[in-house]
């Protein structure tokens, strides 16, 4: 008598994952899992559980703010007496620019002195908005 045997038409069986390959896999699913919990307890430790800052931290930060309160008190008096320059200047107005070594530049273009004072204007504002921004996001 002959025995039937069940044989592909190309050779080859079925192969089937070994049982160390599935605890591998599965080691592998656990750890992910265990770090994930890890990083996310870790994650809820920090806000609830801030660091105490120290003194000295305390302190550098208190006085970055006041620089930057400075900082924005200096650009807004310049911006007021750029302000009233543009507005009180009359037809026979200068615009002098000198160097350190004494060479100037001088002009009384007035056509020239408002595209000047109009972009130093333009170039002031946007700097108080950064310093506005900035001071408005500090944390002590």
């Known amino acids: 008598m002959a025995t039937a045997t ?26 992910q899992t265990k770090s994930t919990t890890v990083t996310e307890k870790l994650a809820e430790d920090a806000i609830t559980n801030p660091k105490p800052i120290s003194l000295d931290d305390r302190i550098n930060k ?5 620089g930057l309160t400075n900082q924005r008190e200096r650009l807004m008096i310049t911006l007021t007496s750029l302000t009233k320059f543009k507005y009180n200047n009359g037809d026979s107005c200068v615009f002098l620019i ?13 056509n020239l002195i408002k595209l000047v004072t109009n972009h130093l204007q333009d170039t ?15 944390e002590l």
């Open 6 to 31: 069940t044989v592909k038409a190309n050779g080859t069986a079925k192969k089937t994952q070994s049982n160390v390959a599935l605890k591998t896999a599965e080691k592998a699913k656990a750890t």
């Open 62 to 66: 208190f006085q970055k703010l006041q």
């Open 98 to 110: 000198r160097d350190e070594n004494g060479e100037e530049f001088k002009t009384s273009n007035t």
């Open 124 to 138: 002031l504002l946007v700097r108080k908005n950064q310093l506005e921004e900035e001071i408005l996001k500090f």
